[in-house]
């Protein structure tokens, strides 16, 4: 993309994981996670840049091997305050606007990431999100935010998990900042795609064992694989996203 306003996609990734150590290192058809995520998020078309937010801790060298073996630059942070570690990747690589991924969401879909950014750019909020209604798969989130409202969200944000999920200062403050709801035509809602638990790991795998171009696929093609194996949306149902103030 070619625009004044430079657009950069931060990825937080880090070895840490209560229900799953070292998720993001797991082997998904012959690439780690985190590679899968990076693969997909450099689709995207409106995107300038892709950037790891990865931490300070030993245990994260792995992360930065991992991103040199795929020529993705990073930045390295605070491991707890992942505001903070955002704010100072954006200042390192002058990003104007950021686009917030986490890379626990190896079904993220770079045409899901366009239609938000493409939203933000039209509107021009301070942010937006397709989380804030969800109605797409969990594991699609894409946040988009001015560099001016990360830092305010960087300088205002008190609580702990508020530092540690970045954004919740700013969608939980709508009278301090513009923010733009961006929905799918579609309640999806239902649909749990993101990586927390072995069980969520068995079911991306299974996803990936089963689409015909590993590197291509998009969001539709894992619903249109339920439609072939309805058993597979079974596999990890009962699992129960963590709240907010877990961390």
Known sequence: MSNAAKVVAIIQARMGSTRL???????LEGETVLVRVVERVRRAQLIDEVLIATTK????????DECERCSAAVFRGDENDVLD????AAQMCNAKIVVRITSDCPLIDPEIIDETVAAFLAARPDYASNALVRNYPRGLDTEVLTVEALERAWRGATEPYQRAHVTPYIYQNPDAFRILPVSAETDYSGHRWTLDTPE???????????VKDRRSFGWRDVL?????????VEMNRMVEQKKIHEG
């Open 21 to 27: 150590p070292g998720k993001v290192l797991k082997d």
């Open 57 to 64: 801790e030993r245990a994260d060298d792995a992360i930065v």
């Open 224 to 232: 249109d694989t339920f439609d072939r194996a309805p058993e597979l």
């Open 85 to 88: 570690r955002y704010y100072c």
């Open 200 to 210: 969520d790991l068995a079911f991306i795998r299974a996803i990936y064992a089963r």
